[in-house]
């Protein structure tokens, strides 16, 4: 729950989340996070050569790999600056990459 409230001291309006709320939110990310832990390690046991999960995307655009298809226990399709990962057991986790590889977290795609 949160609720919108003029910051007295700015004249802002600003948006208060509830503790519930805050925690909820920290879970998602949480939950995301280790995600993406589990599908960077099955990638890398699936393809040794894989320094980083980025490399997914670059394997794909050599066509070393199909822009979409099934490693392990993960389906995977390749978009734009990023791959789509979704388990066996259902967990969907999109992520976009930094141009150094990072991942770029997008909580709107990501828990769609």
Known sequence: MSSKVDDERTGERRQYFSHNSQAAARDLVLGYVRALNAINEAMRVAIPSLERLADIVRLA???????????????????????????DNGTEVDVDFAAD????????????
Do not use: K, Q
Request: proline content about 5%.
């Open 61 to 87: 655009r050599s066509r070393r790999i199909s822009r979409s298809g099934h490693i392990d226990t993960y389906s995977y399709t390749v978009h734009g600056a990023g791959c789509r990962f979704v388990s």
């Open 101 to 112: 590889g990072s991942e770029v977290f997008e909580p709107p795609r990501s828990f769609a």
